[in-house]
């Protein structure tokens, strides 16, 4: 099942910090998290583990509850650079990785 | 190390006709995935190949095929065209620790 994320898109001026949620109605295992450009290919950014493990990148960082069956995006002191759309991907117990419709990330300068 | 590469980039076919699109992985990866990505629909898991077998597969129709060979590299096929299949398609190659790289995609026209 598709991993429901939230909010849909975000205009956030340069510096402000942003959160995005990515959330599945069934148990997670772990969650990945993709950047895409527009007219790009998604680019890796970080996967998260069952344990809660807060993992981070530069000013991004991610945290997992599993409980909650939810994983969360920070951005912090957003740069231009981290405009494009966000995926969050649940794989199910055969590691089949389904994605969620994206979030879309603007910074303004 | 070169990173995932798909040919052709931009691809234009009519509806009815078939289309083979192909993968080449990261060098060692064994597992190749295909998505399929359209505006309405985001990115949508077609199938995945590791080992020259299908280990998983999306929900598709029958159309859509792919195989893997021996060096990993991996073809997708779309036989009898429609105009929804008009969509980027993508491959991405994954490594031990689940991490996926992407390709660049090709974009399919169907007119």
């Known amino acids: 099942q598709q991993p429901v994320q939230s909010p849909q898109a975000v205009i956030l001026r340069e510096g402000e910090d942003a959160v995005i949620n990515c959330s599945s109605s069934k148990a997670l295992y772990s969650v990945h998290w993709y950047r895409q450009k527009h007219g790009e290919a998604p680019v890796f950014l970080m996967i998260?583990?069952?344990?809660?493990e807060q993992k981070g990148h530069e000013k991004i960082s991610a945290s997992f509850n599993e409980k909650k069956q939810q994983s969360s995006l920070y951005l912090t002191a957003s740069q231009l650079s981290y405009s494009g759309t966000y995926f969050c991907g649940t794989p199910g117990r055969d590691d089949k990785i389904i994605f969620g419709k994206g979030t879309r990330l603007h910074i303004l300068p | 190390k070169a990173g995932v590469t798909q040919t052709p980039r931009y691809l234009i076919k009519t509806r009815g006709q078939q289309v083979t699109l192909s993968c080449s992985p990261i060098s060692g990866h064994r597992s190749v995935s295909w998505y399929q990505q359209t505006p309405g629909q985001g990115l949508q898991f077609l199938f995945e190949?590791?080992?020259?077998?299908?280990?998983n597969k999306g929900n598709f129709p029958g159309r859509f095929s792919g195989r893997q060979f021996s060096n990993s590299r991996s073809e997708m096929n779309v036989s009898t065209l429609e105009l929804g299949d008009s969509a980027l398609y993508l491959c991405?190659?994954?490594?031990?620790?689940?991490?996926?790289?992407f390709g660049p995609g090709t974009r399919l026209t169907v007119t």
């Open positions: 190949y590791f080992s020259e077998t299908q280990r």
């Open positions: 998260l583990l069952k344990g809660g």
């Open positions: 991405a190659s994954m490594d031990l620790a689940y991490e996926q790289y």
